[in-house]
């Protein structure tokens, strides 16, 4: 039987509940070579082939009323084609998406009109339904017969058991009421790493049933030799945090048992498919029986990790590795930006921050390729600025903040997890607008102010809508400042304030650019009658105890944002300097942030630094900056990190792009060249803030090309040099500059 493709979307019979896994099969033709245009839609996780041939997986994350599909443009010979879809029906809440009916569509288009497609169907019943969660917050691993259905059912021929009543004419399906519009980004696709393996032996059971507990059942297995042997075992290093799927092409027998785990760091020298702080259960591994003789063992879906281990349970002469690979998913390639400075520790920062961003960008931009892969509305913030300066591209953050607004609370405030949950984070609320505002100063894109200004309105409402008498107040929802922090004395929470004073003010910013000027003029009143509640708030805890009195966090926003100057923010500066010198990693004797739950003062983590670096910076304070930079993030390299740590402690995530701030840093200070495209294509800003250092170069990316900077220290000052490789505008002692080739001054910084 079959289904033309005017059926629109489609799902198989009998196959609706959670972790359901269907094939589809549909043929058509073209009377000559073509271009076709492909849009696929799915509720969940889909791969695509066209005549056995890879072409694309999906679905990039979507709100059920932004529906977005995956546009692929390809041309093939005339004559029949075969099209194949592998779609997933997740059937649970993830920190990705919502959950959505099962439902995957497939339309391919000639010259503006749909080509007919016959399709047939399956439930890919080998996949054992339900067995295991990667964890609360993702959603299932595979749990695979690969004897059960047919092996080749994607190839560009027919194949056996085409017709048996195994494949059955889809069914159509519930799809979102809004129309679908074509992703502006496309997944990077697949790089195909081949790994060698660093350990290996023999293994043997050593735990439960199958299904007792399967990642402490592999964690158990004894690999050391002391009992008979029942399989063999290797173990992978991939270099760093990567996201992508094992794959192993292995010659063993039908039955035999291949498991391929996960993890981010090794615990005891081992790999535990355990996802720490995952709020729940995790199973970082899948399982598949072989079918026997040579086969490829590739996971569904893609998972997290840096080390990778291999078991497989059968007889050890029957077993023979063939091939050893991982297949990496990413958006970002290789940088385009660099920076050097001849300190090995400071540009290995650098790199550092780049490879995590690269771990944590697949459709979106990602808190962590592991545990969450969660769109957090923060991380954009910190992402923009280390996307700006290595690869010139902020498609994905444009995107986040994009998702971010639509899926708005109902009172308006801007999600802080999107499009997963409405999750109201009033801080990352307010981050959101400066952000918006920062992007358009990264890019010269106004339209992204004009598609957003209506979300921006709704947005400042529902946060005025917390005010009191003495400032915002704290029943918005979770005031998530940073890890550790511990709110100040008082009726409001003054860092949660900071944040809104420095969001009225970019609206400010947002209206003016956009010639909203009463408006404007609103926002600038309300942030002097908020920086007023500030001031009063903080009086009282300064004039007791000093900034200690107040905290870190707040020193630093208030730095930052400009609410406090003169003695008062020379002090300020002083004692966030003292502050992060009392912590660890700066002293090794200060109490760690062994997990979510402390609330201590006496902390520091990467992600505030992104604030409070940049505040030392405003101070003029760039030694101690890059001192900084060599301490905290030298610690963590010292660990044996190759992305950052979500924070100062090896407990948590070892790969947090809101960790990287020292990749900006260093470009923007460094290099000295910072983006202000809201006044034209191309306009940077000379601000170079050497520090001590006595050179530097690297290069910035700019559109349509890149800029190359190198500078030196001379007698009588710092011999600047760039060369465009496209035409720029260089804003210098506040005069505009055509650079086209290049460019060289004498600076008397």
């Known amino acids: 039987m079959t289904m033309p493709t005017n059926v629109g979307a489609m799902w198989i019979p009998d196959g609706v509940e959670p972790d359901t896994h269907a094939a589809f099969r549909g043929t058509f033709s073209l009377a000559a070579t073509a271009v076709i245009d492909v849009e696929v839609l799915g509720s969940s996780w889909w791969d695509l ?120 004419a889809p069914i159509p399906a519930q799809v979102p009421d809004a129309p679908s519009r074509a992703a502006r980004i496309r997944l990077g696709g697949r790089e195909t790493i081949t790994v060698r393996a660093m350990a290996g032996g023999e293994l043997a059971e050593a735990f439960g049933y199958e299904l007792d507990d399967p990642p402490a059942r592999f964690l158990l297995r004894e690999l050391d030799g002391t009992l008979p042997p029942q399989g063999l075992w290797r173990r992978y290093d991939l270099g760093r945090v990567r996201l992508g799927r094992p794959r192993f092409t292995l010659d063993c027998p039908a039955g035999a048992v291949v498991e391929m785990a996960l993890a981010e760091s090794l615990r005891g020298g081992r790999v535990g498919p355990h996802i720490t702080l995952s709020a729940g259960r995790s199973c970082n591994l899948d399982h598949i029986v072989a079918r026997g003789g040579v086969q490829v063992f590739e996971p569904s879906m893609a998972k997290g990790g840096r080390y990778l281990e291999l078991h497989v349970l059968a007889p050890l002469a029957s077993v023979r590795i063939v091939a050893e ?151 918005l929802g979770w005031s998530f400042i940073d890890w550790g922090y511990a709110r100040p004395a008082g009726p409001i929470d ?45 009086e009282p805890l300064l004039s007791a105890s000093g900034w200690s009195g107040a905290g870190y966090q707040v020193a630093v926003l208030a730095v930052l944002y400009d609410a406090v100057e003169g003695d008062r923010r020379r002090a300020a500066a002083a004692f966030i300097v003292e502050h992060m010198r009392s912590c660890f990693p700066n002293d090794p004797a200060a109490p760690r942030l062994s997990d979510p739950g402390v609330s201590e003062r006496r902390l520091i983590t990467p992600y505030f630094a992104h604030f409070a670096l940049a505040a030392l910076a405003s101070c003029g304070e760039i030694d101690i900056v890059l001192d900084q930079l060599r301490r905290c993030w030298g610690w963590m390299m010292a660990q044996g990190a190759t992305t950052c740590l979500e924070v100062f402690d090896t407990r948590w995530s070892h790969c947090h792009q809101w960790s990287a701030c020292p990749t900006w840093q260093l470009s923007r200070y460094v290099l000295g060249l910072r983006h202000c495209c809201h006044l034209g294509r191309n306009h940077l800003r000379l601000d170079l803030r050497p520090g001590s250092l006595r050179a530097a170069s690297g290069r910035l990316p700019v559109d349509g090309g890149h800029v190359d900077i190198a500078w030196t220290r001379e007698t009588g000052g710092i011999a600047y040099r760039l060369r465009a490789s496209c035409p720029i505008t260089v804003l210098h002692q506040d005069a505009p500059v055509s650079v086209v080739g290049e460019w060289t001054v004498l600076l008397s910084v």
């Open 49 to 168: 082939t066209i005549d056995g041939r890879w072409v694309e997986e999906g679905q990039p994350r979507y709100h059920a009323s932004r529906p977005e599909h995956v546009a692929i443009r390809i041309e093939l010979p005339a004559g029949a084609h075969v099209v194949a879809l592998h779609a997933h029906h997740a059937g649970v809440h993830t920190r990705m998406m919502r959950v959505l009916p099962p439902f995957v569509r497939c339309r391919i288009v000639l010259d503006g009109t749909d080509v007919a497609i016959g399709w047939r169907a399956r439930r890919l019943a080998g996949y054992r339904a339900q067995t295991a969660r990667i964890n609360p917050q993702l959603a299932w691993c595979d749990w695979l017969d690969s004897r059960t259905d047919p092996p080749a059912w994607r190839d560009a021929v027919a194949i056996a058991g085409d017709d048996d009543a195994s494949w059955l």
């Open 325 to 475: 690979e991982f297949v990496e998913r990413g958006y970002f390639a290789a940088p385009s930006g660099s920076f050097s400075c001849g300190d090995a520790v400071l540009d290995a920062a650098w790199r550092l921050g780049v490879e995590t961003l690269r771990a944590c960008a697949e459709d979106a931009i990602t808190d962590n390729p592991t545990r969450e892969r969660g769109q957090w509305t923060g991380d954009a913030v910190v992402a923009l600025e280390t996307a700006a300066v290595a690869f010139g591209d902020l498609a994905l953050c444009r995107r986040a903040l994009e998702q971010a607004a639509q899926d708005a609370r109902a009172d308006g405030m801007i999600s802080g997890l999107s499009p997963a949950d409405a999750l109201g984070l009033p801080a990352y609320a307010m981050l959101w607008v400066g952000a918006c505002v920062r992007h358009h100063e990264l890019s010269g894109d106004r339209g992204l102010l004009e598609e957003l200004l209506p979300a921006a309105r709704r947005n400042l409402a529902a946060l005025r809508a917390g005010e009191n008498e003495h400032g915002l107040g704290d029943g």
């Open 494 to 538: 003054l860092a949660l304030n900071l944040h809104y004073l420095s969001a009225l003010r970019a609206m400010a910013t947002w209206c003016s650019r956009l010639g909203e000027n009463a408006e404007a003029d609103r926002h600038v009143a309300d942030a002097q009658r908020v920086l007023g509640l500030i001031t009063r708030q903080l």
